[in-house]
């Protein structure tokens, strides 16, 4: 099973700022095979990003993926009200399919 | 548009059962692998099980293995799971999720239901 660690386990940073989110992987993730979900709170998780950097249908372009292998990254380049919830990273390369234990994004 | 309504959660006593539903609408049904996450109370996600799109395949966490059954109902466009010798630790929020139609996305949930409350507690 592939576990994924995400760093940190809270950030808190001001509207406007940038935000950085790590997702490691305790093996190679196959074909980057790694999805972001955000989810905020009382709601169902929306999916952000799949295969490392492509963004899913109406999500905004400050949301951008990126890495491959063990490392990935989700960057919000200026966080606006809306953004401030907590990320999943999750990977689909193998079986099972294993979630992140996630970042918290709250406001500083 | 895409919906998926579960129901069906609710208090149950440790041993005992319970099915989910989840009524899928707007998306043609029997295409798509189906997936069932929970979440415990302030915790994170965690995948339970998943179907094919015909029902012939299947398979589940190793926490639920043998005690839980999915499967689904394409002429009523409907995901159930099945949950016998119902234990504390399966108390949570359980969502059921579409993934994506080819391949290359069938373990990218791209939809999700609200998601249904499981408590296990005498």
């Known amino acids: 099973e592939i576990v994924l660690t995400q760093s940190p386990g809270t950030l808190s940073l001001s509207p406007g700022e940038r935000a950085t989110l790590s997702c490691r992987a305790s093996?190679?993730?196959?074909?980057?095979?790694l999805a972001w979900y955000q989810q905020k709170p009382g709601q169902a998780p929306r999916l952000l990003i799949y295969?490392?950097?492509s963004r899913a249908t109406g999500i905004p372009d400050r949301f951008s993926g990126s890495g491959s292998g063990t490392d990935f990254t989700l960057t919000i380049s200026r966080l606006e009200p809306e953004d401030f919830a907590v990320y999943y990273c999750?990977?689909?390369?193998?079986?099972?399919?294993?979630f992140g234990p996630g970042t918290k994004v709250d406001i500083k | 548009e895409v919906q998926l309504v579960e129901s069906g959660g609710g208090l149950v006593q440790p041993g005992g059962s319970l099915r989910l539903s989840c009524a899928a609408s707007?998306?043609?049904?029997?295409?798509?692998?189906m997936h069932w996450v929970r979440q415990a109370p302030g915790k994170g996600l965690v995948w339970v099980s998943r179907?094919?799109?015909?029902?012939?395949?299947?398979s589940y966490a190793d926490s639920v293995k043998g005690r839980f059954t999915i499967s689904r109902d394409n002429a009523k466009n409907t995901l159930y799971l099945q949950m016998n010798s119902l234990r504390a630790e399966d108390t949570a929020v359980y969502y059921c999720?579409?993934?994506?139609?080819?391949?290359?996305?069938?373990?990218?949930?791209?939809?999700w239901g609200q998601g249904t409350l499981v408590t296990v507690s005498s």
């Open positions: 179907i094919n799109s015909d029902g012939s395949s299947t």
């Open positions: 093996q190679s993730v196959s074909s980057s095979y």
């Open positions: 999750q990977q689909y390369g193998s079986s099972p399919l294993t």
């Open positions: 707007g998306f043609t049904f029997s295409s798509y692998w």
């Open positions: 999720a579409r993934v994506g139609v080819i391949a290359a996305r069938r373990g990218v949930f791209d939809y």
């Open positions: 295969g490392a950097s």
